[in-house]
């Protein structure tokens, strides 16, 4: 039964004895920092609409999502964005053939396999991987992979249409892609896996199982919402990156995903108009607000895939 005020005995206070004065100041930074993402994220969304909306004053809906070329500095300027959205989906798409998998099964190995000094060595070297510039991964694309991708794969691979390949295409720039957000996959992912409470594991060794049964059926069930999240991490890096593609796959606004075709990418034409030679107020330069408009919706329709899937998956464990 509760104490009644009458209970307590004279003196007493259940008030704080100070004012606390270093906890509020932490909660009021807190508030400030949550209240600052969300004004910068209106901030963008503000500086990308009026311009944007001012592109389709010239332009139509139609227009841009049509599969027309892709010429915005022309005389005569095109704007089919679908060849960006290609070569976007292009990049990503190998670059996740090569991460996802790699990422997941380099998690799996640092917590399932590996010893605890193999994973003090490993987990850092991951680290520093996902700390190197990006730059240094594009000329890393340029200087390496793609001279090494022509000599060799293309003898059993020609072109699409016979034609020899040019220097920058699509494979080089998603493979390096792919190595560049591994190790965003595979800390996130372990990450995860750690959290699985160790009985779980106990429990199923108990039942006779082995330890790739223990990894594949326990682990990575429990840690799926984890895993999904880092997918989905690694997802929206390739989506974003800019150096790599503008570097390795080109310029050239393809409808194509083939591997040894040049591509254009939606940040590699922002990055590549957006440097101060396009004069204020032309289409051309409402055109780099369209396209970074585009990006930013297909980046928030990506995070509200993986908050639903994050939920959908979410284990509990006590």
């Avoid at 520093?128 to 694309?141: K, M, Q, R, S």
């Avoid at 204020?280 to 780099?288: D, R």
Wanted: proline letters at 5%; hydrophobic letters at 55%; glycine letters at 8%.
């Amino acid at each position: 039964m509760a104490s009644s005020t009458a209970d307590r005995p004279a003196g007493l206070s259940l008030e704080p004895q100070s004012r606390r004065i270093g906890e509020k100041a932490i909660v009021t930074w807190l508030f400030v920092a949550a209240l600052a993402a969300v004004l910068i994220t209106v901030g963008i969304i503000v500086a990308l609409l009026e311009p944007a909306a001012e592109f389709f004053r010239f332009v139509s809906v139609t227009e841009f999502f049509s599969t027309a070329r892709w010429t915005p500095t022309q005389a005569d300027p095109e704007f089919g964005v679908l060849r960006l959205l290609a070569g976007t989906g292009a990049a990503v798409l190998y670059s996740c053939i090569i991460a996802l998998p790699a990422g997941l099964g380099a998690a799996i190995y640092m917590n399932e396999y590996a010893s605890h000094r193999a994973r003090q060595v490993l987990k850092p070297l991951l680290e520093v991987l996902e700390g190197i510039p990006t730059v240094v991964y594009g000329f890393f694309a340029v200087a390496f992979v793609a001279p090494l991708l022509k000599d060799n794969w293309w003898t059993w691979m020609p072109g699409r249409l016979g034609e020899e390949p040019g220097t920058q295409f699509i494979l080089a720039a998603g493979l390096v892609l792919g190595i560049m957000i591994i190790p965003t996959v595979a800390s996130v992912s372990q990450d995860a896996m750690a959290a699985i409470p160790r009985g779980l594991r106990e429990a199923a060794y108990g039942l006779g199982s082995t330890r790739m049964q223990v990894a594949t059926r326990v682990v990575v069930p429990g840690a799926l919402s984890g895993i999904v999240a880092s997918f989905v991490l690694g997802l929206s890096r390739a989506i974003g990156e800019t150096i790599v593609v503008l570097l390795a796959a080109g310029a050239m606004a393809n409808l194509s995903i083939w591997p040894n075709d040049g591509a254009f990418t939606m940040t590699a034409f922002i990055g590549r108009t957006s440097t101060g030679e396009i004069a204020y107020g032309t289409i051309t330069y409402y055109s780099i607000f369209a396209v970074g408009a585009l990006l930013f919706v297909i980046t928030l329709i990506v995070n509200l895939i993986s908050i639903a899937l994050v939920r959908k998956f979410r284990e509990v464990y006590e």
